[in-house]
């Protein structure tokens, strides 16, 4: 019955509920913007920018240009009714990777959102295969711009290419990175107990560059579960 039931889950949006699991998995189809998929994800931030979805992709709306603290209004969904532990990883989308502008793909665990709010961790890495690339772990402790870098590993091994799959997980207070199942970065962290799993990106661009690059990178689908669940 779980076999089944995992199976035609990938072939649309799907959500399962028990007393102690959850699971969910997309693929992205249609158009949303922002992403909703049923109103089973949201943005709740309102100084942050929104995903939304388009030709199976679910890409950023930044403007890549912002300064300041306005730099970081990632744009980021995530999803509700999960508990604490938690793992989610997503397939990359990089039509045209590049050092023009930075592009992150990132996993949110234990995210909340609320008006000038938004706390969790972000677990990243930048869309670019070289000595530029980097797996980050952040926490992000509410109002925009107010954050703390948990871990921060840097080189060849640490980027992403179109295709790779990046994933996290949060088990008390213990986080780690994946990307093809090969771990990149491990950090502990008890700040948070609670919140769901989620999706971000962010792009910003030397001098105005690559004003369009939002739809260039993204996700090409995404499953998150309560750890435990099979």
């Given at each position: 019955?779980?076999r089944?039931l995992?199976i035609?889950?990938?072939?649309?949006?799907?959500?399962?509920?028990?007393a102690?699991?959850q699971?969910?998995?997309?693929?992205f189809?249609?158009?949303?913007?922002?992403?909703s998929?049923n109103?089973?994800?949201?943005n709740g931030?309102?100084?942050?920018?929104?995903i939304?979805t388009?030709?199976?992709?679910?890409c950023?709306t930044q403007?890549?240009?912002?300064t300041?603290i306005?730099?970081?209004?990632?744009?980021?969904?995530?999803?509700?009714?999960?508990?604490?532990?938690?793992?989610a990883?997503?397939?990359?989308h990089?039509?045209k990777?590049?050092?023009?502008?930075?592009?992150?793909?990132?996993i949110?665990l234990r995210?909340?959102s609320?008006?000038?709010?938004?706390?969790g961790?972000?677990?990243?890495?930048r869309?670019?295969?070289?000595?530029s690339?980097?797996?980050?772990?952040?926490?992000?402790?509410?109002?925009?711009?107010k954050?703390t870098?948990?871990?921060?590993?840097?080189?060849t091994?640490y980027g992403?290419k179109?295709?790779?799959?990046?994933k996290?997980?949060?088990v008390?207070s213990?986080?780690t990175?994946?990307?093809?199942?090969?771990?990149?970065?491990?950090v502990?962290d008890?700040t948070?107990?609670q919140?769901?799993p989620g999706?971000g990106?962010?792009?910003?661009?030397?001098r105005?560059?690559?004003r369009?690059?939002?739809?260039?990178f993204?996700?090409s689908?995404f499953?998150?579960?309560?750890i435990?669940?099979?």
């Amino acid at each position: 019955m779980h076999r089944f039931l995992l199976i035609m889950l990938f072939a649309a949006p799907g959500l399962r509920l028990s007393a102690f699991a959850q699971f969910y998995t997309t693929r992205f189809q249609g158009t949303e913007n922002p992403l909703s998929e049923n109103g089973r994800w949201r943005n709740g931030g309102v100084d942050w920018t929104e995903i939304w979805t388009t030709n199976g992709i679910a890409c950023g709306t930044q403007t890549g240009t912002n300064t300041g603290i306005y730099k970081f209004d990632d744009s980021y969904a995530h999803l509700s009714g999960f508990p604490p532990d938690q793992e989610a990883w997503g397939e990359a989308h990089i039509a045209k990777p590049g050092s023009s502008c930075i592009q992150e793909l990132e996993i949110l665990l234990r995210w909340t959102s609320s008006a000038h709010r938004t706390t969790g961790y972000e677990c990243f890495a930048r869309c670019v295969s070289s000595e530029s690339s980097y797996v980050q772990v952040v926490r992000w402790e509410g109002p925009l711009g107010k954050f703390t870098y948990l871990a921060d590993l840097r080189g060849t091994n640490y980027g992403l290419k179109d295709g790779d799959i990046l994933k996290a997980s949060i088990v008390g207070s213990n986080i780690t990175v994946y990307i093809n199942g090969v771990q990149k970065a491990h950090v502990a962290d008890d700040t948070y107990n609670q919140g769901n799993p989620g999706i971000g990106e962010f792009l910003a661009c030397e001098r105005g560059q690559n004003r369009g690059a939002n739809a260039e990178f993204g996700f090409s689908s995404f499953t998150a579960r309560a750890i435990g669940e099979r």
